[in-house]
């Protein structure tokens, strides 16, 4: 087998290495207001799973995305329950660390962030990089089988 040939079947092989990525497993965590808290207060999630919160107690507690781990304020322009919620979901389509309070209770340390991650791909192996991969071996296998019937 020529350079030529090695070279096709190589980049059948590689090309057809395809990264693939869950489809449909978007998930919903869930939080609780609890006392002056929320739990877990810290959760790490993908990007396009949501956040579930509950215990809002009708808008009790608040849940309202602030600028940084010090802020006792809603920024203005983030996620925002609406008035008078028990329970409020957002869904997270930008990977990031976001930082929320609950605005009555931010001064009491009632606060939580949600850290949204890329998903990894998870690389494949389709049914032409497969057979171009048992190929390679067989002829590798061949070529070495040769080289020492000669020698
Ligand atoms: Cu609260």
Redesign the pocket.
């Known amino acids: 087998m020529n350079r030529i040939t090695w070279s096709v079947v190589l980049l059948l092989a590689v090309g057809s290495v395809q990264s693939a990525q869950e489809a449909g497993a978007q998930t919903t965590i869930d939080v609780d ?1 609890v006392g ?1 808290s929320f739990v877990p207060p810290d959760v790490t999630i993908e990007v396009g799973d949501s956040v579930h919160w509950t215990g ?1 107690a009708g808008g ?3 849940v309202a995305q602030a600028d940084d781990a010090g802020s006792l304020t809603f920024n203005g322009s983030g996620f925002h329950s609406p008035a008078a919620a028990s329970e409020f979901t957002h869904t997270f389509a930008a990977p990031g660390l976001y930082f929320y309070i ?5 001064i ?1 340390g ?1 606060r939580g962030t949600v850290t949204v991650n890329v998903p990894v791909p998870i690389p494949t192996l389709s049914a032409w990089g497969a057979t171009a991969m048992a190929l390679m071996l067989v002829v590798a296998g061949t070529t070495l089988v040769r080289r020492r019937q000669r020698s």
């Not at 609950?102 to 931010?106: G, K, S």
């Open positions: 207001a002056l809002l009790f507690h608040t609950c605005e009555p209770h931010a009491a009632m």
